[in-house]
């Protein structure tokens, strides 16, 4: 997946690639390494997973609204022989058979849900969370040691070897930290942007300011 010039075309570069589906604003995140994009070295892989000529992937579901987003990666799975088929959904329906696990093959999900790193995990990694498809249960145990752990070092060390075993495991493809464009006019004060760290809006809208007001 071209994650960067994805990020270039649609987001002027805004985007962060953490290679997470924790942002790196939430306590207990931990920074995996950066992705790669090496599509000669994702034929080599196919051929060796016995796909010399890629393979049809089947729907590739993902709420409308980003779309284009999802088309700029079906792209980068065709130039590898991966074949895939866009079904954009209006977002409640897609939440709903996203929750409900009833989409198949292939999901472009996301979340704007706050917290830390343990409640971005309880969703998607482990056993019974609203996104999660299935989970390990190395992973699921160490979830609930973390849950009761009073220390704030061991809890974050539990918390960061699970992220570590996702991330070795591949259990999550990660596009990016999506940076929303906004912009402002010449008669704000203060606009309210990035006072509530990770927040893609103007809050709170109590200290938004006009100038001169």
Known sequence: MDREGINQALTLGRSHLTNSIIPESFEFYWQPPLPVYD???????????????????????????????AEALLNNFAEVGIKSRLRPLERAAFFKAYAEKSLKNIIF????????????????YVKGGAYAYGSYPDIDELFQQQAVELDHKKRAAILEKMQRLVYDRSIYAPIWLLGFLNGIGPRVGESGFELIPGFAYTAPYEDITLKGA
């Open 109 to 124: 999900g996301g979340s704007g849900a706050f917290g830390n790193a343990a409640t971005r995990m309880e969703a998607f």
């Open 39 to 69: 599509p000669a070295k994702a034929k080599e892989l196919l051929a060796e997973a016995g796909h010399p000529n890629g393979f049809d992937a089947g729907e590739f579901f993902c709420d409308a609204s980003y779309s284009n987003v």
